[in-house]
């Protein structure tokens, strides 16, 4: 898709100017110092616990008439960064360029088991590698701990093959289930943001252990649309299961992360 690779290299140009115009406000600091020990280039590894959402135009599972939530979690997702941090004006400013190279499901077909009362709805897909370029701003709050945050833009490939609906109802010995699936083709290197705050704590003068909470949204380009609607009744369980969309649409993750960062 040429379009959309275009629009890519001119959002990593936009990423570019952002991280120039971090750099340009170290330079451009007072002299007074921040702890110099958060200073330099270095390296971080570590491991994510992720919940992901689809922002579709329908995506809508009730059982007994009571709504249930689509979120899917993922674990141990690797991540690695390189980065580079100055600290200036009590502040310590820098710039994160993130690979997370696992792939991730979008969902997992089939969601329900025959015998439970359960909907299930979703794209049939995967999801990364994930690239984030990012500017960051951390301040010292305590002797070796740095608070910091950081805003930045995200790049992953994004691939569907089928929407799918599910719905399950049992009751007494009945036991009903219906799936149905369609078509819908998607490629795209999809675009986003995102958005990290944490804590670092220093646990050597070269190593320091990370926390941190990452939000981003995804934007994928579609052409295509979908419409699946499944029910089923057994006795008085009743569950149904409905997924709606037409045009682009949005994956959202949050995530829990924990790295070993290592300073040159």
Do not use: K
């Not at 979008?106 to 025959?114: E, S, T, V």
């Amino acid at each position: 898709m040429p379009g959309v690779r275009g629009q890519s290299a001119c959002g990593w140009g936009w990423g570019l100017r952002v991280l120039r115009l971090a750099f340009g406000l170290v330079i451009g600091a007072g002299t007074a110092q921040a702890d110099t020990g958060w200073s330099g280039a270095y390296l971080a590894m570590g491991l994510a616990m992720a919940s992901q959402s689809l922002a579709l135009d329908d995506l809508t599972l009730s059982v007994d008439g009571n709504r249930l939530g689509q979120v899917t979690r993922q674990a141990d997702l690797g991540l690695t960064s390189l980065g580079m941090r100055v600290a200036r004006g009590g502040f310590v400013f820098g710039g994160e360029i993130e690979l997370q190279p696992n792939r991730r499901a979008l969902a997992r077909m089939p969601g329900c088991a025959f015998g439970q009362n359960c909907a299930a709805a979703g794209l049939i897909g995967q999801v990364g590698a994930v690239h984030r370029l990012r500017a960051t701003i951390g301040r010292a709050i305590g002797p070796g701990l740095l608070l910091s945050g950081g805003l930045g833009l995200s790049r992953a490939d994004v691939t569907v093959s089928h929407a799918f609906a599910q719905a399950a109802s049992a009751q007494d010995g009945s036991r009903v289930i219906n799936t149905a699936r369609s078509p819908f083709a998607v490629a795209d290197r999809a675009q986003g943001a995102h958005i990290v705050i944490g804590l670092e704590q220093r646990v050597t003068a070269r190593t320091a252990l990370r926390f941190d909470l990452l939000h981003e949204r995804l934007w994928v380009e579609n052409q295509r649309s979908v419409y699946i609607l499944t029910v089923t009744a057994s006795g008085d369980r009743t569950a149904s299961a409905r997924i709606h969309e037409t045009g682009d649409f949005s994956l959202d993750t949050t995530a829990v992360r924990l790295s070993l960062v290592i300073r040159f």
